[in-house]
């Protein structure tokens, strides 16, 4: 049996997310499995590096799935690319080992979040970056990016309630770039909580506004509570750029 590995883009916003839903076919996972199932003849089930929630966008997810059938790679990509909605791309497609698992062979990966700074909304950017109309100080965000760097207790930046699994993650990147109005933010982690990515922007827009202190970040990771730590951002200014493996 072929185990194919596909690289996904995909604009989220009209989607409830990747993960397959019982009560709607209208997520990124259940569109593909619907095409796949009819290119290969087979009921067919992908494997993506994680999900990704509600109106978030992917430049690179990356999914797995098995067939028997003998199609080459070439009219695979052609035949999802044509039937797919145009906004859920396969960017590659290639033969991967009997054993490679999208999810759990996964190393680290890698996100973007976009912030439009002005008083003034975008047009074109408001449904791929958060409005947030107060004045930011760049330098304290960016002493707080360096704080929240480097090997952490990351649970009380998560909305698990509880897990029985680490919530110990490596933070190798966190930064900001400006152009304009538009702040870039990215987040690099040997892996992510749930909205991990979300709450530490709400954080550091708080700080940056002067609602909250540096010396919260260390309270978050003492206390491990959610409470303290920022609001969770809206989902549409996140990007998944890439998985590492």
Same mark, same amino acid.
């Given at each position: 049996m072929r185990n194919i590995k596909l690289t996904i883009e995909y604009d989220g916003k009209r989607y409830l997310g990747w993960q397959r839903l019982g009560d709607s076919d209208n997520t990124i996972q259940g569109k593909i499995e619907? =095409? +796949? %199932?009819?290119? =290969? @003849?087979?009921e067919t089930e992908i494997i993506g590096s994680g999900r990704t929630d509600a109106g978030t966008h992917a430049r690179g997810q990356v999914a797995n799935f098995k067939t028997n059938a003998t199609m080459d790679l070439t009219k695979m990509s052609d035949f999802l690319n044509r039937y797919l909605p145009q906004d859920i791309v396969i960017k590659s497609i290639g033969e991967a080992s009997e054993r490679f698992h999208a999810r759990y062979h996964a190393t680290g990966k890698k996100y973007s979040y976009y912030v439009w700074n002005d008083v003034i909304p975008s047009a074109f950017e408001r449904n791929y970056s958060f409005h947030y109309p107060k004045e930011l100080d760049l330098d304290r965000m960016n002493e707080a990016c360096q704080m929240l760097?480097? %090997? *952490?207790? #990351? +649970? @009380? #930046? $998560? $909305?698990?309630? !509880? %897990?029985?699994?680490? $919530?110990?993650? !490596?933070? %190798?990147?966190? $930064?900001? /770039?400006?152009? @304009?109005? /538009?702040? *870039? #933010?990215t987040? =690099?982690?040997d892996g992510f909580l749930y909205n991990m990515v979300r709450i530490l922007m709400g954080t550091l827009l708080e700080i940056g506004a002067g609602t909250m202190e540096l010396t919260d970040i260390e309270e978050i990771f003492t206390t491990k509570s959610r409470m303290n730590a920022g609001e969770t951002v809206p989902s549409h200014g996140l990007f998944l750029d890439e998985v590492y493996y």
């Open positions: 619907s =095409v +796949l %199932t009819k290119m =290969v @003849g087979e760097k480097g %090997t *952490h207790d #990351f +649970l @009380g #930046f $998560s $909305s698990l309630k !509880k %897990t029985k699994k680490s $919530s110990i993650r !490596k933070m %190798t990147e966190l $930064s900001i /770039q400006k152009e @304009g109005s /538009q702040l *870039h #933010f987040f =690099v982690a």
